[in-house]
């Protein structure tokens, strides 16, 4: 199993940018499929990027060509850099890794991103 602590949300006005860090403990960093989700009160939980131990990585529509998620499997970190950012991004970002020994999901206590004027 393995631990997610967030950081790096905030307040911040659309167009801006802001990277968002995710620290891991507890267990091998790359047998996980490493993402950010993100939540809306009143709506799911959905799916901005997800990032492979081989380096595959897949983003939502919606983020495409703002959003780069990276690690750095030495720090046992994972990274979502947001570019441009609308008001739109507004909401609750959580990590998320996925044993691929497992197939199971930890997830992170999230952090609050606020985009706005």
């Known amino acids: 199993q393995v631990q997610l602590v967030e950081s790096g949300g905030g307040l911040v006005q659309p167009g801006v940018s802001l990277r968002l860090s995710c620290a891991a403990s507890g267990s091998i960093f790359a047998i996980y499929v490493m993402g950010w989700y993100r939540q809306t009160p009143g709506r799911q939980r959905e799916l901005v990027a997800t990032l492979t131990p081989g380096g595959i990585t897949n983003y939502a529509d919606s983020v495409k060509g703002r959003f780069t998620i990276s690690r750095d499997n030495a720090k046992k970190t994972v990274y979502l850099q947001m570019n441009s950012l609308k008001p739109e991004d507004t909401a609750v970002y959580y990590c998320?890794?996925?044993?691929?020994?497992?197939?199971?999901?930890?997830w992170g206590q999230g952090t609050q991103v606020t985009v706005s004027s």
């Open positions: 998320n890794a996925h044993s691929l020994v497992t197939r199971t999901d930890n």
